[in-house]
């Protein structure tokens, strides 16, 4: 299929376009699909269904600063995300203090694209009563979008409890739980540390979900030896869905004039989380893992799985759908490139979905699942395989072989044409 798209009336092309913020802000609306509030108008569908939460997209805001107030929340719902999980909120936001610069860029060789980006931030240091206040605000005047609360607390069951009940009371529609921050919190007991210690996770899962009584996802570490580990204990203990990856601890590097790492606080830094196009095939190989664990062990539950990673086009989108992903979130991507790149995301799967005559997201979620397995099998395939093609060879070793009753066919065997 040509690159040229047809949507409605206009004719795109645009996997090929460069994602530049510049780019994005000059383009026109019109060379983008057509939204209803999140909804495509037209060519395949991407609205989907998720723990009875219905999306007009699968594009999320990932929780961090895109979902850190009443404004970028708003952006983010008029430009047409099909969710927005707001910045991790816990009982006393006193206690987080961030410092900056807390950023800092990798960059390809050619010294202008960013391929990597590391954050040393902290939950939100809002208030939880200004955060609730605004979400709720933001249900009122969204009342069909959906919007997810990211949750951390310490190990105390009756703050848990207490922040669930709260967010509950101003609507929000789901909660995402913060098992997977990998810096400054960890010191508390929070966020990665939970997530690293299965059996802490699981016994924390059992609190919430017996207090919750929205979906619950439980947000995945990368840095653990086994993912699918507390990800089959979250489900175990009455989670709805799993969200992978969270970002993935690192030390961005040393500034070789200074000697100091980066992001440089004072001379100084601390490991931090990273993330953006780098870390894609890493948290695809973690998204794979998790849905073969689902369909081995929570096969018709209706358990979601949301993939974070590296996401900047449709294409990587598709990508995580077609290991099993129901949804996928996009935080540094935002940060990147603005809350309008959710045209290109949508355009650029449509695309793709055209391409392979697909006309909604379930035709092709896990469709690349069964071409994962173990090495030893894969040998085995292979040994097979070539011993097959052996015994289907065709043509004449030797010119002893030629026979008289089967001359005709014995030398059509041996034409390439």
Excluded at 353 to 363: R, S, T, W
Excluded at 381 to 404: N, T, Y
């Amino acid at each position: 299929m040509p690159s040229a798209l047809a949507l409605g009336t206009c004719t795109l092309r645009r996997e090929r376009l460069a994602l530049r913020p510049r780019a994005i802000s000059k383009l026109s609306e019109h060379l983008w699909p057509f939204t209803d509030n999140g909804a495509v108008t037209s060519g395949p569908d991407l609205s989907v269904e998720v723990n009875g939460l219905k999306l007009p997209n699968p594009f999320v805001i990932g929780s961090g600063p895109p979902g850190t107030n009443y404004a970028v929340m708003k952006k983010a719902f008029e430009e047409g995300w099909g969710g927005v999980i707001c910045k991790t909120v816990s009982l006393d936001s006193s206690k987080v203090v961030n410092v900056t610069p807390r950023y800092a860029k990798l960059r390809a060789a050619d010294g202008k694209e960013v391929i990597g980006w590391e954050n040393i931030e902290l939950i939100s240091d809002r208030p939880l009563e200004v955060m609730l206040k605004e979400m709720k605000q933001l249900k009122q005047e969204f009342p069909d979008r959906i919007l997810i609360a990211s949750i951390m607390e310490e190990y105390t069951k009756a703050s848990w409890e207490e922040l669930i009940e709260r967010c509950e009371e101003v609507g929000v529609d789901a909660f995402e739980i913060n098992f997977s921050c990998p810096h400054g919190m960890p010191e508390r007991r929070m966020g990665m540390a939970m997530g690293q210690d299965p059996e802490l996770l699981g016994e924390v899962c059992g609190w919430i979900n017996a207090k919750a009584t929205k979906p619950v996802w439980a947000k995945m570490t990368p840095n653990i030896t086994d993912i699918t580990v507390p990800a089959h204990m979250a489900l175990a203990a009455g989670c709805e869905g799993v969200a992978a990856i969270n970002t993935i601890q690192s030390v961005m590097g040393i500034n070789l004039d200074t000697l100091r790492p980066e992001p440089s606080v004072e001379g100084h830094t601390t490991p931090g989380g990273y993330s953006s196009k780098a870390v894609k095939p890493i948290a695809l190989a973690k998204v794979m893992s998790i849905a073969k664990m689902m369909q081995r062990d929570f096969s018709g539950s209706g358990a979601s799985l949301s993939g974070i990673g590296g996401v900047n086009t449709g294409k990587d989108a598709a990508e995580f759908i077609l290991l099993g992903a129901d949804t996928v979130q996009v935080c540094t991507g935002v940060m990147l490139y603005g809350y309008p790149m959710i045209k290109k995301l949508c355009g650029g799967l449509q695309e793709f979905m055209q391409k392979h005559d697909f006309k909604n997201i379930a035709e092709f979620k896990g469709a690349s699942l069964p071409y994962f397995t173990t090495h030893m099998e894969l040998v085995r395939m292979q040994r097979e395989a070539i011993e097959s093609r052996r015994k289907e060879r065709v043509g004449l070793a030797k010119d002893d072989d030629w026979s008289g009753d089967g001359f005709v066919k014995e030398a059509e065997s041996m034409v390439a044409n």
